[in-house]
């Protein structure tokens, strides 16, 4: 019988494939309602050459940085924050898998156990997050997380992304310290 266990830990090389997998297979109108451009998609050896480039880099060195969400072990998910200035800030990301594992509660669960990794690894002062302002789910889990909403503006967020109104969400330090 499941417990239904969350725990997160650090990108692995077997955890390559499930992520390639999850953007590659998704379906446009699913990339579309987060935001993304499916034109933009990048093809496997670039999702394998981007995604294992995490495994040898330290972490002052790191262009993305990426935590699987796991349920009583296995893989459902990725958190990763890209954008990253060492030692300042940086942008994080929430994906759920597979639609059966969503809408459950755990978004805002599995974002408090990644953000120490974030803080912590990084030395980061500041998370932004800056989620399509018409897909709702990332929202809820940023505010349940301890996020605090700062403003809605258009812009082209990331290098999937198309032209698009967002939400941007930050958490400084100093608000997760008080969290703890």
């Not at 725990?7 to 998704?26: C, F, H, M």
């Not at 050459?49 to 796991?70: A, D, G, R, V």
């Not at 990301?93 to 599995?110: C, E, I």
């Amino acid at each position: 019988m499941s417990k239904n266990l969350l725990s997160v830990r650090e990108i692995q090389k077997s955890d390559i494939g499930s992520i390639t997998q999850y953007w590659l297979s998704a379906d446009p109108a699913f990339l579309t309602g987060m935001g993304v451009e499916p034109a933009k998609m990048p093809s496997k050896e670039e999702w394998i050459t981007m995604l294992s480039e995490q495994l040898t880099q330290s972490y002052p060195e790191k262009k993305s940085y990426c935590m699987i969400w796991l349920v009583d072990s296995k893989a459902i998910g990725h958190c990763n924050v890209n954008k990253i200035k060492f030692g300042e800030e940086a942008y994080m990301h929430l994906h759920l898998w597979n639609a059966d594992g969503r809408k459950k509660g755990r978004g805002p669960k599995l974002v408090k156990m990644s953000i120490p990794y974030f803080f912590e690894n990084l030395e980061l002062k500041t998370i932004y997050s800056e989620p399509y302002a018409l897909n709702p789910a990332p929202h809820k889990a940023l505010e349940k997380a301890g996020f605090t909403f700062v403003k809605e503006f258009i812009t082209i967020p990331g290098f999937l992304n198309f032209e698009q109104p967002v939400k941007y969400w930050e958490l400084t330090y100093k608000q997760y310290k008080k969290q703890k």
